[in-house]
């Protein structure tokens, strides 16, 4: 049985959501079908970078946490649409505050960086 309330503790299985959920492909796909449901093809080109593999595990991996739901309209090509689930629209806002967060943020980032590498160079 699950170690219930602190995730904190290595027992608690709060942990695998945390982990999941923190994926950088499932912290881009969630917000993208944010703005409403997309056939796979849309969707996989929005999200730049990643594989057809990768992104069909991920894709999986959020069926089956509850967090998309996969309708296939049975046509020839085949046609299958994501949308979210009610749990990942309340998980979306954090999402995308993240991303806006991210977004303004990045430039001090890359300069923090730069600077700790000027400064220890010598490792």
């Known amino acids: 049985m699950p170690y219930p309330g602190n995730i904190y503790s290595a027992k608690c ?16 796909i969630l917000p993208a079908l944010a ?3 997309m056939r796979n093809g849309e969707l996989m080109r929005k999200i730049e970078g990643i594989s057809q593999k990768v992104f069909t595990q991920t894709l999986r991996q959020l069926e089956l946490h509850g967090l998309v739901s996969r309708f296939d309209h049975e046509e020839k090509p085949a046609c299958v649409e994501y949308s979210l689930t009610a749990v990942a629209d309340s998980l979306v806002s954090t999402l995308t505050a993240h991303d806006r967060w991210t977004k303004i943020n990045f430039p001090e980032l890359d300069a923090a960086r730069v600077r700790y590498d000027l400064e220890n160079d010598d490792y």
């Open 35 to 37: 703005e409403g449901p």
């Open 13 to 28: 299985s709060a942990r695998d959501a945390l982990e999941f959920i923190s994926g950088k492909w499932v912290m881009l």
